[in-house]
C-alpha cells in the first residue's frame, strides 16, 4: 500500500511540492493504527479463551513501530521499483505472497525439519511474530536475537529504504 500510494500520488507530486516520503509514511502510519484498533477485538478473544495479557503488553508499541519503519523502508524501495517497472507490480505482488508464507503465522516453527526451519528463522517477519507473540499474549518466548532481528531488519531496511529513494526520486519523478 505504501509503494502504491507513492505511485499513485504522481497527480500531487507533479503539481505541488510534497515530500514523496510521506505517502508512503502516511500509509504505513494508517496500517499501523488499523492495527491497534484490531488489537481490541484480539484482546477481547484472550481474554474469553481464558488468557490474559502479559505484563510486558505494552511493549507492543515497540513492535508496531519496528512494523511501521520495516514498511515504510520497503514500500520506499518497492515504489521506485513501481514507477520504473509497470510488470513490477505483479511480480512483487507474487513476492510478497511467498514472504507471507514463508512467515509461520499459522503453523508452529517446531514442525519444520532443519533445512526449512533455518530459511524460514531467516525472514524477518519471523522474528517480528515471535516477539508479537511474547509480548501480547505469552504464546511464545522472545529470545534476543529475535529482538535484534527485528529492531535491526527495521532500521536498516527504513535507511536502506529512505538512501535509495533520495537518490533515484529526481529520475524518477520525470517518469510520473
Not at 20 to 30: D, M
Not at 65 to 83: K, P, Q, R, V
Not at 141 to 169: C, D, N, P, Q
Amino acid at each position: 500500500m505504501g509503494a502504491d500510494s507513492v505511485a499513485s500520488g504522481a497527480g500531487v507530486l507533479t503539481k505541488v511540492y510534497v515530500r514523496p516520503e510521506i505517502f508512503a509514511l502516511s500509509s504505513t502510519i494508517s496500517s499501523a493504527i488499523n492495527f491497534f484498533i484490531g488489537l481490541i477485538p484480539l484482546t477481547a478473544v484472550l481474554l474469553i479463551s481464558g488468557q490474559t495479557p502479559t505484563w510486558k503488553f505494552p511493549l507492543v508499541i515497540i513492535v508496531v513501530g519496528c512494523m511501521t519503519l520495516f514498511a515504510t523502508g520497503f514500500a520506499l524501495l518497492l515504489s521506485i521499483a513501481y514507477i520504473n517497472f509497470d510488470d513490477s507490480r505483479s511480480l512483487i505482488t507474487i513476492f510478497l505472497m511467498a514472504l507471507q508464507y514463508m512467515t509461520p503465522v499459522f503453523y508452529p516453527i517446531s514442525v519444520l525439519g532443519p533445512h526449512t526451519k533455518r530459511v524460514i528463522l531467516l525472514n524477518p517477519l519471523t522474528s517480528y511474530l515471535q516477539v508479537f507473540r511474547d509480548v501480547f499474549g505469552g504464546n511464545a518466548v522472545a529470545t534476543f536475537h529475535e529482538w535484534l532481528m527485528m529492531g535491526g531488519s527495521a532500521i536498516a531496511l527504513f535507511l536502506i529504504g529512505f538512501i535509495v529513494f533520495m537518490r533515484k526520486w529526481p529520475k524518477v519523478v520525470a517518469k510520473l
